[in-house]
């Protein structure tokens, strides 16, 4: 089992960066992929980026392409999303989430364990 505890978020006005991390327990980190997630207020929960196992193949959704960044430490069992750019609409709890599937995965169902979330929001 792996418990994931999500941290970084906060307040940022439009244009600024954030740093989400994402730290997982147990000794198997290196065995999923991971993603991030988020979910504004009367939205449904929406796929960000995902990053495989060793970390050589990462996804993006469109409108994060080229503003945020996925990456992971295996030897800290922590996964990252460097957000840059930030836009109101950016505004949401943002959860990363563990998959044991081998490639990439999009699809919320794919993923076994998640966090707690953090909440980002971003002013105008």
């Known amino acids: 089992q792996v418990q994931l505890v999500e941290s970084g978020g906060g307040l940022v006005q439009t244009g600024g960066s954030l740093r989400l991390s994402c730290a997982a327990s147990g000794r198997t980190f290196s065995s999923y992929a991971m993603g991030w997630f988020r979910q504004a207020p009367g939205k449904e929960r929406e796929f960000v980026a995902a990053?495989?196992?060793?970390?050589?193949?990462?996804d993006y959704q469109d409108s994060v392409k080229g503003r945020f960044t996925i990456s992971r430490d295996n030897a800290k069992n922590t996964v990252y999303l460097q957000m840059n750019s930030l836009k109101p609409e950016d505004t949401a709890v943002y959860y990363c989430?563990?998959?044991?599937?081998?490639?990439?995965?999009?699809?919320?169902?794919?993923?076994?364990?998640w966090g707690q979330g953090t909440q980002v929001t971003v002013s105008s």
């Open positions: 990053i495989s196992k060793r970390g050589s193949n990462t």
């Open positions: 989430a563990a998959t044991s599937r081998t490639s990439v995965v999009r699809s919320p169902v794919g993923y076994v364990y």
